[in-house]
């Protein structure tokens, strides 16, 4: 995969959409007259960024919180320069001076802080390494900070960056004199790190992001990729179906760990009637969660997909002109984790139905249009 250009062109929230969708692994550099920067990604999520535009490094971060003492920091400093490629954070790691867990939870808000300060920058070049996930040399970024365990949404991040920039505007201060107006933005990150914050749920933080640019789909293909976009926030595998009157043709997929997974699950096509399970939820027009119930049609999908039978699996019937017309099947076998709260996503399949009666309308109007 080759993404290099210049951000007058493809803004960096499109760039993250493009290597989330894409379930990307790599480093994202970024060059311009503000600094430099890179992000790296892990199955589309971000575990790691850092860029020179920010006045204090991970390492300054640490200190100012009063994580660490002034003089382990110094002592942190001198071992640097004598191995220049290890990060601050993982030399404090091995001095015992902090933990893992600590350095987790400052990790996160300084990536949010790092793509908040990245969604500032008008110009710049940037420049994707495919499964290149080493920091070090790539950028004139020399403290690399700390890589996540577990990576966080590029959308959740997306919104964040927007929600600081509101905040940030409207926290302004006056000086003595009256006259000079500044914008006091390190108050916005200052956090108490011993408290927790409570995220929000990744199915709302998704239907926020992703609900504006289902307004003006420019095809029913674009929004079926919406579609996936959103399950894959929230899901570690899906599978999108088309629905005929009697036939179920794979359409789209993500997180499936089987070879050339597009063309394969391009190539399935069966009857839905000779699967009592899946033909009621198309009948009955509702999303279905639990267990998926076996016949001979659920049999022939999980062979298809591979790694056997999820625990549970989460469907949902897209409804264009009172029929289902797409079916995404959804679980999380790979790591097993439960299925939590999805009415975001219910919501935006909605949304969809609606989109892409819209989207044929328009395609009638014009066939007529021709025709006359």
């Known amino acids: 995969m080759s993404l290099v250009g210049r951000l007058e062109d493809l803004g960096l929230s499109d760039i993250f959409q493009i290597l989330s969708i894409g379930k990307k692994t790599g480093t994202l550099i970024l060059k311009g007259g503000r600094g430099s920067a890179f992000v790296i990604f892990k199955n589309g999520l971000v575990v790691r960024a850092e860029t020179n535009d920010i006045d204090t490094n991970f390492g300054e971060d640490l200190l100012k919180a009063g994580l ?45 802080r790092v793509i908040y300060q990245l969604l500032l920058w ?75 914050s409570v995220p929000e749920r990744q199915d709302i933080v998704s239907l926020k992001a992703l609900t504006q640019e289902l307004r003006f789909p420019n095809s029913a293909s674009e929004i079926t990729l919406l579609i996936l976009r959103f399950a894959s926030n929230i899901f570690q595998r899906g599978v999108l179906f088309m629905v005929g009157d009697k036939e179920i043709v794979g359409l789209g997929q993500f997180g499936l760990e089987i070879e050339m997974a597009d063309e394969k699950i391009r190539e399935i ?70 299925i939590g709260e999805t009415e975001g996503l219910e919501i935006f399949i909605d949304q969809a139905g609606l989109a892409l009666e819209k989207s044929l309308l328009q395609r009638r109007l014009q066939e007529m249009e021709k025709k006359n």
């Open 122 to 196: 008008q110009e710049g070049d940037f420049q994707f390494e495919l499964d290149d996930v080493d920091p070090n040399r790539k950028t004139e970024v020399t403290e690399t900070g700390w890589e996540l365990s577990k990576g966080m949404s590029p959308e959740y991040l997306l919104m964040e960056g927007a929600r600081v920039h509101d905040e940030s505007s409207q926290t302004i201060s006056v000086t003595p004199e009256g006259h000079d107006i500044k914008i006091d933005e390190e108050k916005v990150w200052e956090e108490d790190w011993g408290t927790e």
């Open 68 to 112: 660490v003492k002034d003089t382990i920091y110094n002592l942190a400093l001198e071992v640097k320069k004598k191995l220049p490629e290890k990060s601050l954070a993982e030399i404090l790691l091995d001095f015992g001076s902090i933990n893992k867990e600590v350095l987790e939870k400052i990790t996160r808000k300084r990536i949010e």
């Open 269 to 338: 096509k069966f009857d839905y009637d000779e699967s009592p399970f899946l033909k009621k939820i198309i009948d009955e027009k509702r999303p279905y969660k639990g267990e998926m119930i076996k016949d001979l049609v659920t049999d022939l999908l999980i062979r298809e997909i591979g790694q056997g039978y999820p625990d549970e699996v989460a469907i949902f019937p897209v409804i264009t002109e009172g029929r289902v017309v797409a079916l995404l099947l959804c679980d999380n076998l790979t790591t097993g984790d439960k």
